[in-house]
């Protein structure tokens, strides 16, 4: 690698990280990616179903040419338990403007494309590095450490994901505990085309977004319609471990074969079997987001909604790596990477949607809890649309 | 309900770059606590933590996708140190 000093350092080619990357190299600045997996992605799952609107904000009409796998024109919500369910539907009839639409989307592939075009942009991506520390002198960080290799920077994002070890060596992020974070544990299964639509009642293109309240003892379920495959899977918030004797795979299994689900997995044939841990401990959560020299980004800031009927992280992570790019624009222009100048950070992020959506989990989780559904499922889904507030 | 998960074989259709030599988990076999092991065994995603009929306890880091489900439940316990495999290295979802 290069002696030079770079304008700035990623670290992590997830969404944040691609996002700011695509930022600062169109902006003409020096930018250096680094990621530990082969391609951006490959380290990377979800559920999942991304909220196109801050991508559409930096790439109008990304899903015409991005793989998208379906539209979602349908979301589906479920509480159950021992055979029975009940079920409500939205259907929005795809009648959305750009902004306002989301999409299934399986991040080994939609992570490359989005590396294409931060490539495209100018940024360097450099891939199967493992960032294993931060350079830091006096108290300002001003590169990374990978195995023997140093790199500096002006600043350095933190794009590392839900674990962020970088971060909790820094000291702005305690460690994980197991009621901040969900294990989801997902399989990806191939059927037809004409299979999906038929299942699922939708036209090619278009899909379904399912999620399954309290199905079973701890643990939620999930269901997303993509091009020829369906994501189907459950999350536990860790420490509801010690509420079952049940295992995480199992659970996954005990899902599957639940009576209303196995019909529409039927023939279904293994992908891939993934898993990711999930940040759930809302605002209470967010570490130190910005320091001398470093902003972090994405799941590492541990911004994720759960928001009951759906989970949001992807078009957070998007915002936010959007925002601590712009952020280092502006220090640039000033010459100035401190603390107090990248605060604005912080500041922006709070006047963003991201934040309100932070802050609607907490409503939205109270919404949510079991008695309340029990007594009144119909309410608690109407109160969550109305928590949730941002679509 | 019925059917027992079986792991291995979803493992089986993933892609791994194993790193055969080194295990990025460091785990305390001789920890004593049983309890705390079963907990383990049980959050993992992929049985990289198991305990046998006997009541041994075995660890397999390589088919492990890397979640950090045992390090947020255990560390400092069962489990010693965690850190990603070395670049290029562990799982590599194809599809995600």
Redesign the interface.
């Given at each position: 690698m290069s002696e030079e000093k770079f304008d700035c350092i990623i670290v992590g080619g997830g969404l944040a990280g691609l996002t700011a990357a695509y930022v600062l190299a169109g902006a003409g600045l020096d930018t250096l990616l680094v990621e530990k997996g082969n391609y951006s992605g490959a380290k990377n799952m979800t559920g999942g179903r991304l909220y196109g609107h801050s991508l559409e904000r930096l790439i109008p009409g990304f899903a015409e040419s991005a793989p998208v796998e379906r539209r979602i024109v349908k979301e589906r919500f479920s509480r159950g338990a021992d055979g029975e369910l009940t079920t409500m539907e939205y259907d929005n009839a795809g009648l959305s403007a750009p902004e306002g639409e989301s999409y299934a989307v399986l991040r080994g592939v939609f992570d490359r494309w989005l590396a294409d075009r931060a490539e495209e942009q100018g940024a360097m991506l450099v891939y199967g590095v493992r960032v294993d520390d931060l350079l830091v002198q006096d108290g300002k960080v001003c590169g990374v450490i990978a195995g023997v290799e140093e790199m500096e920077a002006d600043t350095v994002i933190l794009a590392d994901g839900v674990n962020s070890l970088l971060a909790q060596k820094l000291g702005y992020k305690p460690v994980l505990r197991p009621d901040q974070a969900a294990v989801g544990v997902k399989e990806l299964l191939g059927l037809s085309e004409e299979a999906i639509n038929q299942r699922f009642d939708v036209d090619s293109g278009k899909g379904v977004a399912w999620i399954f309240n309290g199905c079973g003892d701890v643990y939620d379920g999930f269901l997303y319609t993509n091009k020829d495959s369906v994501s189907v899977g459950v999350t536990m918030m860790l420490e509801d471990i010690d509420k079952t004797e049940n295992s995480v795979p199992q659970m996954l299994e005990d899902f599957k074969n639940s009576p209303q689900i196995a019909p529409l997995l039927e023939g279904g044939r293994l992908l891939e079997y993934s898993a990711h841990l999930i940040p759930e401990g809302g605002v209470g959560m967010l570490p130190q987001l910005y320091g001398d020299g470093v902003l972090i980004a994405g799941d590492a800031a541990a911004l994720c909604a759960n928001l009951g009927f759906t989970l949001r992280g992807m078009d957070l992570a998007v915002e936010s790596g959007r925002l601590a790019a712009e952020t280092v624009l502006a220090a640039k222009e000033q010459g100035d990477f401190s603390a107090q100048t990248l605060s604005a950070y912080q500041a922006v992020l709070s006047d963003s949607f991201v934040m309100a959506c932070m802050k609607g989990e907490a409503a939205c989780r109270a919404a949510v809890k079991a008695d309340n559904c029990k007594d009144d499922p119909l309410g608690v889904f109407n109160g969550l649309m109305s928590e949730a507030g941002i679509r | 309900?019925?059917?027992?998960?079986n792991?291995a074989e979803?493992?089986g259709?993933?892609k791994f770059?194993t790193d055969e030599h080194n295990s990025h988990i460091d785990v305390d076999m001789e920890y004593p606590d049983k309890n705390e092991i079963d907990?383990v065994?049980?959050?993992?995603?992929?049985?990289v933590y198991s305990v046998d009929e006997n009541g041994v306890f075995f660890f397999e880091y390589l088919g492990c996708?890397?979640?950090?489900?045992c390090?947020?439940?255990s560390?400092g316990k069962l489990i010693k140190a965690w850190?990603?495999?070395?670049?290029?290295l562990?799982?590599?979802?194809?599809?995600?």
């Open positions: - | 309900m019925a059917a027992k998960v792991v979803k493992l259709v993933n770059h907990r065994v049980r959050v993992c995603p992929a049985s996708l890397e979640c950090g489900s390090k947020a439940l560390e850190n990603y495999p070395s670049g290029t562990g799982i590599e979802y194809r599809l995600g």
